[in-house]
T-cell receptor, first 115, second 116 residues
Framework: DAGVIQSPRHEVTEMGQEVTLRCKPI?????LFWYRQTMMRGLELLIY????????DSGMPEDRFSAKMPNASFSTLKIQPSEPRDSAVYFC?????????????FGEGSRLTVL | AQTVTQSQPEMSVQEAETVTLSCTYD???????LFWYKQPPSRQMILVIR??????QNATENRFSVNFQKAAKSFSLKISDSQLGDTAMYFC?????????????FGQGTELSVKP
């Protein structure tokens, strides 16, 4: 079975541009999480969905960030406009609600560099 | 608020030897979960081991085991018979079950190098 698939793997953009990160969770998983990893702040949860519905977006830094999950097999994280401080690795993870609590299956991440 | 602290930014161990990574946490909760996740150079985070706070028995997964000291709020990871493939960043994480099934609070990580 394929794991969590993220794209792009690397993205370099200029300040002010729109960035869209994509995620395909593991088929059948009903939870989807977006995490961000930086040297300064480590790994932090941005938002998570249950059955395509956003449950907790308290980690989203500001209005420039938005996330959607239009169906069970696809989610996007959008940054508009992007800023240099958004440079980070963004991870998508999915899990099964009936599985072991806290067992997340992560993608390989999208490394974003904003110049 | 819960916090997770890993006081060893870097560690190294010789292949086939044993190494212990430290983690402490702070919480007022009585029931919670603790985890060790591994992040190899490929970047993909992988769950290594999981401990439920209400279980007194320490979790083990093959060469990986934990020493869970609830009163001391300590959760160390022991890797036995270290292999080159164990080279990675290791993150300790905490989760309150009442909040969500995946809202993890991570420590800053320990970079482990296994030397041949």
């Amino acid at each position: 079975d394929a794991g969590v698939i993220q794209s792009p793997r690397h993205e370099v953009t200029e300040m002010g541009q729109e960035v869209t990160l994509r995620c395909k969770p593991i088929s059948g998983h009903d939870y989807l999480f977006w995490y961000r990893q930086t040297m300064m702040r480590g790994l932090e949860l941005l938002i998570y969905f249950n059955n395509n519905v956003p449950i907790d977006d308290s980690g989203m830094p500001e209005d420039r960030f938005s996330a959607k999950m239009p169906n069970a097999s696809f989610s996007t994280l959008k940054i508009q406009p992007s800023e240099p401080r958004d440079s980070a690795v963004y991870f998508c993870a999915s899990s099964l609600g009936t599985g072991a609590a806290g067992e997340l299956f992560f993608g390989e991440g999208s490394r974003l560099t904003v110049l | 608020a819960q916090t997770v602290t890993q006081s060893q930014p870097e560690m190294s161990v010789q292949e086939a030897e044993t190494v212990t990574l430290s983690c402490t946490y702070d919480t007022s909760e009585n029931n919670y979960y603790l985890f060790w996740y591994k992040q190899p150079p490929s970047r993909q985070m992988i769950l290594v081991i999981r401990q439920e706070a209400y279980k007194q028995q320490n979790a083990t997964e093959n060469r990986f085991s934990v020493n869970f000291q609830k009163a001391a709020k300590s959760f160390s990871l022991k890797i036995s018979d270290s292999q080159l493939g164990d080279t990675a960043m290791y993150f300790c994480a905490f989760m309150k079950p009442s909040v969500s099934r995946g809202k993890l609070i991570f420590g800053q990580g320990t970079e482990l190098s296994v030397k041949p």
